[in-house]
């Protein structure tokens, strides 16, 4: 039997495996990568057969794994040195030495056993290093768990697949979902409604708002005053708060795209804007009114009123004007104006 049919896969080529899957745990030949189930799948294709050269070659490679992270009986208790042996060691070394150089109280050392998951960097190849190497009692330690989780983010959906009780700690879910929202679908539904839980999430990551089912003002507040484009995940009655409005622009200009447009045409919005943010925001302030069942499009800074406005609060707004404006006379005139208050007040 040379030829081994797989599902999905089709059939593989057993002899063509054999090296394959010993040349590294990455690698299925120098250009190709392979996955976690990529072995696996050569591993069961190998089930049954003379073990005899497969096992030959993963011996030498453990042997030469081993020989080159160096640790010895004379340093193998040596906490520092063992750590020190880690860090400089490939991760290839690292996967084939099955961590066969760490004695059991290394094992179950927090300390250690991050310095082991630092090597990887792949979410797949982390999922494999906490299947097989990670003790029961560190998988139990809520320190080295958040570790891991602010580490590798993505770790949190291994914690969910093997139903541990972090899943439910609110510092862990907070870290996962903070640092990718998209965790959320793996977050209990009680943490995505919790007034605290959330307030603590959207001060941290204001577009984890996207993700919570709690719409109370002060969350919103804290999301758009974090990040204003969390202004796109407000619900539309929430969004026809001006101060909110005003929080979301003072964090992001470009939340403008955010604002309802009920407010985006009305003038006195546009003052108040201006009022409260910096004059850069001036060419984003763009708008769509109707008139005569016509759309037309139109931009604060092209507007009389607004520029002079802002033209009392710095000379420098004259540069976000439209070029139209600035040639109006009564623009230049308040430019020259404004220019010359600001050198007195020097």
């Known amino acids: 039997m040379t030829k081994f049919y797989y599902e999905g896969k089709g059939y593989i080529d057993i002899n063509q495996i054999v090296n394959s899957i010993s040349s590294a745990p990455y690698k299925r030949s120098a250009e190709e990568k392979i ?93 494999l290093i906490w299947k097989k190497f990670v003790p029961a009692k560190l998988k139990q330690n809520k320190d080295f768990v958040l570790a891991v989780i602010k580490y590798c983010p993505q770790m949190f959906s291994v914690l969910y697949a093997t139903c541990s009780r972090f899943v439910k700690d609110s510092d862990i879910a907070i870290e996962a979902i903070t640092r990718e929202p998209t965790l959320a679908k793996f977050i209990p539904l009680t943490l995505l409604q919790n007034d605290e839980i ?35 995940y407000v619900e539309r009655e929430n969004k026809m708060n001006p101060a ?58 092209d507007d009389l009123d607004v520029g002079l406005h802002a033209l009392l609060k710095s000379s420098r707004a004259y540069n976000y004007l439209s070029n139209e404006l600035q040639s109006n006379p009564k623009i230049l005139t308040a430019y020259e104006k404004a220019k010359a208050r600001e050198e007195e007040s020097e």
């Not at 919570?212 to 974090?226: G, S, T």
């Not at 546009?270 to 001036?282: G, H, K, S, T």
Request: hydrophobic share 40%; aromatic share 10%.
């Open 198 to 232: 959330c307030l603590r999430l959207v001060s941290k990551n204001g577009l984890a708002l996207g993700k919570i089912y709690n719409q109370k003002e002060e969350i919103l507040f804290a999301a758009v005053k974090q990040n204003g484009h969390a202004l796109r």
């Open 35 to 127: 996955t976690p189930e990529d072995e696996a799948i050569y591993r069961e294709a190998i089930k049954g057969l003379p073990p005899q050269r497969i096992t030959q070659k993963f011996a030498q490679k453990r042997l030469d794994a081993l020989e080159r992270i160096n640790i010895t009986k004379d340093n193998c208790q040596d906490k520092t040195a063992v750590i020190a042996a880690i860090k400089n060691a490939s991760s290839d070394d690292i996967y084939y030495s099955g961590l066969e150089f760490l004695v059991p109280s290394l094992r179950l050392d927090a300390e250690v056993m991050l310095n082991v998951i630092y090597k990887f960097k792949s979410i797949e190849y982390l999922r």
């Open 244 to 301: 909110l409005l005003i929080e979301a622009l003072k964090s992001r200009k470009e939340a403008w795209e955010f604002v309802p447009n009920s407010y985006k045409v009305d003038k006195d919005f546009a003052l108040l804007v201006v009022d409260n943010i910096d004059c850069e925001i001036l060419p984003l302030m763009k708008y769509t009114y109707t008139k005569n069942k016509i759309d037309i499009k139109k931009c604060w800074n």
